[in-house]
């Protein structure tokens, strides 16, 4: 028996009677699934696992006044604006999975735990796949921050209630909600998302942009390449900040549909105009087959290539941070 979609509205071309659907749509039967599994060769860091963390790890401090964002690994980032602070796919544990002794583990720690955080206003979720919706870190949040309000995109507010969320908003693509002051707007991505067997795609998933205080950062998600991205420069004049995934993306013909890979990531900062990048969800988790070291050599080998200077499109070191000029 197929599910009913209760959000479903046929104006829209992401949706479907089921769920949900990409406006460029891919699909990844279970035979590729397969073969990437088969095929499948993870190599190490050029110089080891050890190293790297000596080299691309610091622990965070929050110990600043003034408009902020820190990464803190993977697609985890702490945005900070008049100091109000919205956190971004929060997983502090040490698996990305359903169960704690199995699933893709961590490789550099997290910048720091939980209540080493400072106050919370806002948690935006961009889907519901493990290393974006960690049970346990959005479980810990609740209890230190009860008053925290949590977006996310359609089908996921019934989860987060159940899991002790008191003020939870969703939303679909392009819908906004002011909090405070602060405006968060859904935006469109393309990807896919499913927790189980018999739920791929019953809930949305999305980017945030977030606007405040005359400022404006782009929290771009999970998201393979989409020519969608040429339309924001046409509602979002201005974009301070784009903070924009880099890593899991090998093999291509597997990750293609799943995940940008560098060369990617700069035409998708060229195609939304933003006035500065932040490179995110990369050497954290092993997800996919290229090196944890290798998405921030391919993305500087490229800057040249697209017109695109370091300063610009800024590579930190998890638990480091940038000024919002």
Not at 48 to 60: I, M
Not at 121 to 126: E, G, K
Not at 154 to 180: C, F, M, Y
Not at 202 to 225: H, N, P, Q
Request: hydrophobic residues 40%.
């Amino acid at each position: 028996m197929k599910m009913k979609n209760h959000y479903y509205d046929q104006r829209k071309a992401h949706h479907n009677a089921q769920g949900f659907q990409n406006i460029e749509p891919f699909s990844v039967s279970i035979s590729d699934v397969k073969k990437w599994k088969r095929e499948r060769r993870v190599n190490p860091p050029r110089e080891g696992y050890t190293h790297f963390e000596q080299t691309w790890w610091q622990p965070a401090n929050f110990n600043c006044l003034d408009d902020a964002i820190w990464w803190l690994g993977h697609a985890s980032t702490l945005i900070q604006i008049n100091q109000r602070t919205i956190l971004t796919d929060p997983i502090f544990s040490k698996r990305a999975s359903p169960v704690a002794f199995a699933g893709p583990k961590r490789y550099t720690p997290s910048a720091c735990q939980i209540e080493d955080l400072p106050h919370i206003d806002v948690i935006a979720i961009s889907h519901n796949h493990y290393d974006h919706l960690d049970h346990a870190s959005i479980k810990k949040l609740i209890k230190r921050f009860p008053h925290v309000t949590v977006v996310v995109p359609l089908g996921l507010k019934n989860k987060l209630q159940r899991w002790g969320a008191n003020e939870v908003i969703e939303l679909d693509w392009w819908q906004s909600v002011d909090i405070n002051g602060m405006l968060l707007t859904s935006m469109p991505a393309r990807h896919w998302s499913r927790r189980g067997l018999f739920d791929t795609n019953r809930t949305l998933w999305c980017g945030w942009m977030i606007e405040f205080a005359k400022r404006c950062v782009y929290f771009v998600g999970d998201t393979s390449y989409t020519t969608q991205f040429k339309l924001i420069p046409q509602h979002f004049a201005h974009i301070d900040v784009a903070l924009i995934p880099i890593g899991s993306y090998a093999p291509r013909w597997f990750m293609h549909n799943q995940h940008v890979d560098p060369a990617q990531a700069l035409q998708l900062f060229n195609d939304i105009g933003c006035k500065r990048a932040m490179a995110i969800h990369w050497g954290t988790f092993e997800l996919a087959d290229e090196p944890l070291d290798e998405p921030p050599q391919l993305l500087q080998h490229l800057f040249a290539q697209y017109h695109v200077s370091p300063q610009d499109f800024s590579v930190l070191k998890i638990g480091q941070s940038i000024l919002l000029d």
